[in-house]
Every structure is written in structure tokens, then in C-alpha cells.
């Protein structure tokens, strides 16, 4: 891209795009680790702003280094958390069906 008055305009509005992207990524995934942390979190809402974050990710343009790592490690721990109350529900319903409840934690899927 050359310096004239429009390029570097572009590449500064570019740069904004990106960073505002990445802090709105990162509030996703904050949102949804918070409900999956709360004993009432609500799972369905954890697993929407996930999958926003996600569909958001691709939109950057480029990422700083640091910004991927911190990006990568909340996403994977995010997932991991997501997949453990999901594990939790199951045995939830397992033990619902078999008259025997073995968690208080409820999970609701996503429609």
C-alpha cells in the first residue's frame, strides 16, 4: 500500500477495526466464562458468546502476538469449561432418569 493521505487513513481506521474487534472478542468470552463460573450460569448464554467470539476471530485483520495467546488460552478455556458442564448435565440427566439426582447443576442447550 502506498503513504498517500487515503492509504495511511485506511490502514489507521484498519488498525481501530482490529483492536475495537479484539476487545469486543475478548468481552465475549469474559461474558461467557463469567456464566459458566456462576453456580446458576446459564449454559446456553455461555455457548452464544462463544460461538460469537468465535465467528468474530476471523474478522481481525491481524492480531498482535500477545493479543492471539491471550485470545487462544481464554478460547480454550472457555471450551474446556463449556465441555465440563456439558459432561455435568449429562450425568445430571442420567440421574434424573434413573430417579437419582447426581448434581444440582442444570444446563440448558441451545436450540
Known amino acids: 500500500m502506498s503513504n498517500t493521505p487515503e ?9 481501530r477495526t482490529d483492536r475495537e474487534l479484539v476487545a469486543l472478542i475478548e468481552a465475549a468470552l469474559e461474558r461467557a466464562l ?3 463460573q456462576h453456580p446458576n450460569g446459564d ?13 468474530l476471530l476471523p474478522l481481525v485483520y ?9 485470545l487462544d488460552t481464554k478460547l480454550a478455556e472457555l ?3 463449556l465441555d465440563a458442564d456439558r459432561a ?9 432418569d434413573s430417579g437419582k439426582r447426581r448434581s444440582t ?6 436450540e
Open 62 to 70: 491481524e492480531f498482535s502476538e500477545s493479543d492471539r495467546r491471550r
Open 43 to 55: 449454559g446456553a448464554k455461555a455457548e452464544q458468546a462463544h460461538d460469537e467470539a468465535v465467528k
Open 105 to 110: 447443576h442444570e444446563w440448558r442447550h441451545p
Open 79 to 81: 471450551r474446556s469449561a
Open 7 to 15: 492509504a495511511v487513513t485506511l490502514a489507521s481506521l484498519r488498525g
Open 88 to 96: 455435568n448435565c449429562k450425568h445430571f440427566q442420567q440421574g434424573v
Open 34 to 36: 463469567l456464566f459458566c
